[in-house]
Protein backbone atom coordinates (compact mmCIF):
# COMPACT_ATOMS: atom_id res chain seq x y z
CA UNK A 1 0.00 0.00 0.00
CA UNK A 2 1.36 3.44 -0.85
CA UNK A 3 0.08 6.58 0.13
CA UNK A 4 1.49 9.66 -1.52
CA UNK A 5 0.49 13.24 -0.14
CA UNK A 6 1.16 16.20 -1.79
CA UNK A 7 0.18 20.04 -2.04
CA UNK A 8 1.73 21.58 1.02
CA UNK A 9 3.61 24.84 0.82
CA UNK A 10 4.22 28.58 2.45
CA UNK A 11 0.80 30.15 2.35
CA UNK A 12 0.09 33.83 4.53
CA UNK A 13 -2.10 33.56 7.45
CA UNK A 14 -5.62 33.77 6.24
CA UNK A 15 -4.68 31.73 3.14
CA UNK A 16 -5.80 28.45 1.42
CA UNK A 17 -4.27 25.00 0.62
CA UNK A 18 -5.53 21.96 -0.91
CA UNK A 19 -3.71 18.74 0.33
CA UNK A 20 -4.01 15.32 -1.83
CA UNK A 21 -3.29 11.68 -1.21
CA UNK A 22 -3.54 9.22 -3.91
CA UNK A 23 -3.52 5.64 -2.63
CA UNK A 24 -2.21 2.23 -4.47
CA UNK A 25 -2.57 -1.41 -3.23
CA UNK A 26 -5.70 -1.52 -1.48
CA UNK A 27 -9.38 -1.19 -2.62
CA UNK A 28 -9.51 2.37 -2.16
CA UNK A 29 -13.22 2.39 -1.63
CA UNK A 30 -13.33 0.15 1.32
CA UNK A 31 -11.68 2.23 4.05
CA UNK A 32 -11.79 5.34 5.56
CA UNK A 33 -9.32 8.15 5.09
CA UNK A 34 -7.62 10.62 7.34
CA UNK A 35 -5.43 13.65 7.93
CA UNK A 36 -2.92 13.96 10.53
CA UNK A 37 -0.25 16.46 11.14
CA UNK A 38 2.21 16.83 13.46
CA UNK A 39 4.90 19.58 14.97
CA UNK A 40 8.55 18.88 15.53
CA UNK A 41 8.83 17.55 19.13
CA UNK A 42 4.84 17.02 20.00
CA UNK A 43 2.39 14.11 19.05
CA UNK A 44 0.77 13.77 16.11
CA UNK A 45 -2.24 14.33 15.78
CA UNK A 46 -5.79 13.88 14.07
CA UNK A 47 -6.97 16.83 11.62
CA UNK A 48 -9.62 15.02 9.71
CA UNK A 49 -10.88 11.72 8.70
CA UNK A 50 -13.42 10.46 6.15
CA UNK A 51 -15.15 7.01 5.91
CA UNK A 52 -15.30 4.57 3.28
CA UNK A 53 -18.30 5.94 1.18
CA UNK A 54 -17.62 9.79 2.14
CA UNK A 55 -20.93 10.17 3.94
CA UNK A 56 -19.28 10.76 6.90
CA UNK A 57 -16.45 13.22 7.88
CA UNK A 58 -14.92 13.77 11.53
CA UNK A 59 -12.87 16.57 12.29
CA UNK A 60 -10.78 17.92 15.39
CA UNK A 61 -12.23 21.00 17.07
CA UNK A 62 -9.55 23.72 15.97
CA UNK A 63 -9.94 22.92 12.34
CA UNK A 64 -14.08 22.64 11.92
CA UNK A 65 -15.23 25.10 9.67
CA UNK A 66 -12.09 25.86 8.27
CA UNK A 67 -10.88 22.72 6.54
CA UNK A 68 -13.17 20.13 4.78
CA UNK A 69 -12.04 16.08 3.88
CA UNK A 70 -12.85 14.66 0.57
CA UNK A 71 -12.59 12.05 -1.62
CA UNK A 72 -13.05 10.68 -4.98
CA UNK A 73 -12.83 6.98 -5.34
CA UNK A 74 -12.15 7.10 -9.52
CA UNK A 75 -9.24 8.60 -8.30
CA UNK A 76 -8.06 6.95 -5.59
CA UNK A 77 -7.19 10.05 -3.79
CA UNK A 78 -8.60 12.39 -0.32
CA UNK A 79 -8.32 15.59 -0.13
CA UNK A 80 -7.76 18.47 2.52
CA UNK A 81 -9.06 21.56 1.52
CA UNK A 82 -7.74 24.22 4.53
CA UNK A 83 -8.75 27.81 4.35
CA UNK A 84 -8.36 30.54 6.85
CA UNK A 85 -4.93 28.88 7.21
CA UNK A 86 -3.35 30.24 10.88
CA UNK A 87 -0.03 30.02 11.66
CA UNK A 88 -1.05 27.36 14.27
CA UNK A 89 -1.83 25.38 11.01
CA UNK A 90 2.11 24.96 10.56
CA UNK A 91 2.73 21.24 10.74
CA UNK A 92 3.97 18.28 8.55
CA UNK A 93 0.63 16.42 7.25
CA UNK A 94 0.36 12.89 6.82
CA UNK A 95 -2.43 10.55 5.43
CA UNK A 96 -2.99 7.75 6.49
CA UNK A 97 -5.84 4.65 5.44
CA UNK A 98 -7.79 3.22 8.68
CA UNK A 99 -8.30 -0.54 9.49
CA UNK A 100 -11.66 -0.61 8.42
CA UNK A 101 -14.85 1.42 7.29
CA UNK A 102 -14.20 4.40 9.65
CA UNK A 103 -17.27 5.24 10.29
CA UNK A 104 -16.62 5.91 13.92
CA UNK A 105 -14.47 9.00 15.56
CA UNK A 106 -12.45 6.46 17.36
CA UNK A 107 -11.30 4.89 14.61
CA UNK A 108 -9.14 7.48 13.38
CA UNK A 109 -6.43 6.94 16.46
CA UNK A 110 -3.41 7.55 15.48
CA UNK A 111 -2.34 3.57 16.79
CA UNK A 112 -5.32 2.85 14.98
CA UNK A 113 -4.56 4.14 11.08
CA UNK A 114 -3.07 0.52 9.25
CA UNK A 115 -0.94 2.60 6.62
CA UNK A 116 0.92 5.82 6.39
CA UNK A 117 2.46 8.08 3.61
CA UNK A 118 4.80 10.60 3.72
CA UNK A 119 4.46 14.00 5.14
CA UNK A 120 3.82 17.11 3.31
CA UNK A 121 5.19 20.36 5.11
CA UNK A 122 2.50 23.18 6.01
CA UNK A 123 3.90 26.20 6.82
CA UNK A 124 1.48 29.59 7.32
CA UNK A 125 3.10 32.70 8.06
CA UNK A 126 1.82 35.56 10.02
Known amino acids: VQLQASGGGLVQAGGSLRLSCEAS????????MGWFRQVLGKEREFVAG????????FYTDSVKDRFTISRDGAKKTVYLQMNSLEPEDTAVYYC????????????????????WGKGTQVTVSS
Open 50 to 57: ISWSGGTT
Open 96 to 115: ASARGLGLYYSDYSVDGMHY
Open 25 to 32: GRPFGAYG
